[in-house]
């Protein structure tokens, strides 16, 4: 393969991962949408997931989880600079606690500290995470305005509970709310008997991040305040370390 082919296959495989979505796309129409013969989107496809940069199922071509790691990767020096604020967030609320950013419409966790207590929250690694359903996610959404969140989500937005929010409208009422009070909130959105408290990181020149608390949700009333006063101070360290006046 020469020089320019190399280049054009890389191309071709880029636009074929923007083009995917969380509900699959098919073959078809990724072969429309990008005017390639179906052959060819089936080899950078089959590539692609060989690498586990996409998935396919019934449902059609997914990413896949390497493109989160990849994403990961990128925002390595983020979660090492966090770490401290991220254990003294820990030390405060002894709950499941994480600094996220995301990609497309899912959230990527770029560092994690699960809780010591008895009952507390441990992660399901395969689950879906879209943005919409949790409460880190709903947090870097209101730093987007209304516009691109609608372009985001195009009205999308599966259920993964019965208390999911799945009504576009709905849930850009409540990013306004949350551009008010500063906190975002997951009650059982995204699993069944866990809430969360979720805090932007607005930081100019910088991806969007944001912490999270994550409880059972017989805990999530009576710890609120305390938890909100943690998530605020610890905000405050995580913006003088990520701030360019900091340096």
């Not at 997951?186 to 409880?215: Q, Y």
């Amino acid at each position: 393969m020469n020089k320019t082919a190399g280049i054009q296959v890389i191309s071709r495989a880029i636009k074929i991962l923007r083009l995917l979505h969380e509900r699959g796309t098919s073959l078809g129409e990724l072969a429309r949408l990008t005017d390639l013969p179906r052959s060819t989107v089936q080899r950078i496809v089959d590539t692609l997931a060989a690498e586990h940069l996409v998935e396919c199922g019934e449902g059609g071509v997914r990413l896949g989880w390497g493109i989160n790691e990849l994403a990961r990767n990128a925002y390595s020096d983020v979660a090492a600079q966090l770490r401290h604020p991220l254990e003294l967030l820990f030390e405060k609320t002894r709950e499941t606690v994480d600094i996220s950013t995301f990609h497309g419409r899912e959230v990527i966790f770029l560092d994690r500290i699960i809780s010591d207590q008895a009952v507390r929250v441990v992660p399901i690694h395969d689950r879906p995470k879209p943005v919409y359903a949790m409460a880190n996610g709903k947090a870097m959404l209101s730093l987007l305005t209304d516009a691109q969140i609608t372009a985001l989500l195009h009205d999308q937005m599966p259920a993964l509970t019965s208390q999911t929010l799945v009504s576009l409208p709905v849930l850009l009422q409540q990013i306004a709310a949350v551009r008010a009070d500063g906190f975002s909130y997951d009650r059982e959105e995204h699993a069944e008997g866990v809430c969360a408290v979720g805090i932007a990181l607005p930081v100019p020149g910088r991806p969007a991040h944001a912490l999270s608390v994550v409880l059972p949700s017989y805990r999530f009333a009576a710890r609120l305040p305390a938890i909100q006063q943690a998530l605020e101070e610890v905000r405050q360290m995580c913006l003088c370390i990520l701030s360019p006046r900091s340096k």
